[in-house]
């Protein structure tokens, strides 16, 4: 299926998957081994160090892709849209993955990474833009009346209907910002934004966005 | 990761990712995985983790040269009349090229690549008609905070008081304010000063 760009594989992939005879092969696979060892041996390093325990991993990345007559490679796709030091970068991270969850049975502590302890308590998107937007001000529902629940309960229903009207885009950005409280200079990384500004300006955009739907609707600040 | 892919939305496949990260996806099929991502934390954190993963391994690429000789020389002649032509005061130039992005952007002057000093770095960039004001930032890779600045200039020299750590890699980006409340960038620029 073409998506988008295009990327043509290495040279050594194509020499790899077509060679004939065991010899070439041979020699294809190694060259497009040392081509990539840096890429490998990062993403072997990226789940902790311990030379025995990178080693082995990287070792698990080459046993893997070598599996079935190169099956996992034969997948790449130039034409999906990535290019294949990118691909092979997820692939080999996924194979790491892979590795520890069948040598551990779970992610060791801190393979999973960084972002699991910076988001140890992930927020609701819904909640954190109530709070955002200052629409949420009630007093929580269990110390309050039956009535001051049900008006909670609307106002809850309502952000969320105004949310899914939404880009996806729009939902991703509130997301990283309010769920997972991402700094704006990764989210600006993550959408492929030039600058933090960029995410701070689309951003004031989609809550006044938000704040008009929410408007139109009947809800306009606390205690409404 | 889980099949089926960003058709069947249960999870997004390896090759979304690695698109997704190389933004080659055409606009449905990018909107489509941002629909998954934005209700999908699992997947977040996958893309999140990848990239950076990518980001690490990715060699320095040199940008495409944008303009000719005789923007070259018009940058040095910049370069002279803003910084003095004492021989230690010069940046590193390389080929002036735009940023990345379809929008007008701010021409770069450097530095980017390897090998430069790491202390009194130079960043120089085109300037932008009708800008009001700069705003230089540096942050370390790992996104710490080095350096801002605001101001009309578009050549700024790091003051003796940051000292940039030899064989580390460092972003930075300049950032213009238009008149007419609109931006312009140069985008996230890579660099390493030299051991």
Known sequence: ?224 | MSEPSSEGLKHLTDADVAAYLDRGLSAVRRDRIEGHLAGCAECRLEVLEAQQLVKRVRPFRRAPVWAGSMAAAAAVALLVAKLGSGPGRLPEITTPVRADGGTSQLVVYGPTGEGMPAHRVSFVWGAAAAALTYRLTVTASDEAPVWSRSGPDTAVVLPDSIVLSPGRRYVWVADALLADGGTRSTGMREFMPGR
């Open chain 1, 1 to 224: 299926m073409s998506n988008g760009r295009e990327h043509a594989a290495p040279l050594e992939l194509h020499l790899l998957l077509g060679a004939p005879e065991e010899t070439v092969r041979e020699a294809a696979w190694e060259k497009l081994i040392a081509a990539h060892t840096r890429l490998l041996l990062a993403a072997a390093r990226s789940f902790g160090d311990g030379h025995d325990e990178v080693m082995n991993r990287y070792s698990y990345i080459l046993e893997k892709c070598r599996e079935s007559n190169f099956r996992r490679l034969r997948t790449f796709d130039g034409s999906s849209g990535a290019s294949f030091s990118t691909w092979l970068t997820v692939i080999a991270r996924r194979l790491c993955l892979d590795y520890e969850r069948t040598r551990y049975g779970r992610y060791p502590a801190g393979a999973k990474a960084s972002g699991n302890s910076d988001r140890a308590v992930r927020r609701t998107l819904v909640d954190s833009i109530a709070l955002e937007l200052d629409i949420d001000r009630i007093e929580a529902p269990d110390t309050d009346s039956q009535e001051t629940a049900l008006v909670h309960a609307e106002r809850t229903a309502t952000l969320r209907a105004v949310l899914s009207g939404l880009t996806p885009r729009e939902q991703l950005l509130l997301a990283l910002r309010f769920e997972d409280d991402l700094p704006a200079v990764r989210i600006a990384s993550i959408l492929g934004l030039p600058t933090p500004f960029h995410v701070y300006r689309q951003m004031n955009g989609v809550l006044a966005k938000l704040r008009v739907a929410l408007v139109s609707r009947g809800i306009d600040g606390p205690g409404d």
